[in-house]
């Protein structure tokens, strides 16, 4: 059984067999499947030089959010992204068709386009003069109007996604993750959370960065370059429009703060998509790392 069935009998077509596509389409098809060596050196390279960076010019503390000026110190993220990447290894999956599905034009051409948009949300947030209203002008058009309204992708993805037997073998990943990222979080000193603002936070950043960067982008990725660079590459975009609100370094330290601190929790949201294929546990962890307990417990 291919991961493309695992997924939903909504993209099926999307991961159907290249042989139904024009001769002409394939070239792409294989330029992605040469390409994914170089996208996985390439990528090890960026988060390599990141790490360099930031020790070179003793930015080693990353700033928890955008929100606080506390720091965490790298080890200790590295420890976190590590201990949930080697607690998803050590369990594999109920199902064992967790190898990458094997795409076609259609899918490549797919995940060029998410990924230009990806880019596109990075760079023109980037130039923009910031705030919410840039923010979500530019990342609810980008990231979800336009690959619906032009079918890079479908909605059905992630909401008809087959979950059965795959909730508890993810947990000692996410328990993990989610134990260490607690421990060495910091204590919540602000005023009582908005309830309207949680729920706008979860389903704004936490749900939708899902969706797009790993059910559709990833997921795609995956069909032609093959998991790994697939997951490294997307965590590397997911981040990079991080260095916008997490900065103050200056451009190259802000870019490499970005690439580890959040490229690595995007390399863990990665794996754990890949792995067992439950978007409801990529919302539970990402909306944890946005609103850490500690701010959720001060709402009661």
Do not use: C
Request: charged share 15%.
């Amino acid at each position: 059984m291919s991961r493309a069935v695992v997924l939903s009998e909504d993209i099926r077509p999307i991961f159907a067999s290249a042989a139904k596509d024009p001769p002409a389409t394939d070239g792409i098809v294989r330029f992605m499947r040469r390409s994914g060596d170089f996208l996985l050196a390439t990528a090890l390279l960026v988060f390599t030089a990141a790490v360099a960076t930031l020790i070179w010019t003793g930015h080693t503390g990353l700033r928890y959010s955008a929100d606080s000026d506390d720091t965490l110190p790298m080890w200790m993220l590295g420890l976190t992204v590590f201990g949930g990447l080697a607690a998803a290894w050590l369990v594999p999956p109920k199902h064992r068709e967790d190898e990458p599905p094997q795409g076609d034009s259609r899918t490549a051409r797919q995940a060029w386009w998410l990924f230009a948009l990806a880019l596109a949300f990075t760079i023109g947030f980037a130039l923009s003069p910031g705030g919410n209203g840039w923010f979500l002008g530019l990342k609810l058009p980008l990231l979800l109007a336009v690959p619906l309204i032009f079918r890079l992708a479908s909605w059905h993805e992630w909401y008809r996604v087959d979950t059965e037997g795959r909730w508890l073998r993810p947990l000692p990943a996410v328990l993990t993750f989610l134990a260490l990222f607690t421990l060495f979080g910091h204590d919540y000193t602000g005023s009582r959370p908005d309830v309207i603002a949680v729920v706008g936070v979860f389903v704004l950043n936490a749900m939708l960065e899902e969706i797009f960067y790993r059910v559709w982008l990833q997921t795609r990725l995956e069909a032609g370059v093959g998991r790994w660079p697939a997951i490294l590459v997307t965590a590397l975009v997911f981040a990079s429009w991080h260095a916008v609100i997490h900065g103050g370094n200056g451009f190259g330290v802000d870019l490499a703060a970005a690439f580890v601190h959040i490229g690595g929790y995007g390399v863990f949201l990665g794996y754990l998509w890949s792995r067992y294929r439950n978007p409801w546990l990529l919302f539970l962890v990402h909306g944890i790392i946005n609103l850490p307990l500690p701010m959720l417990a001060a709402m009661f």
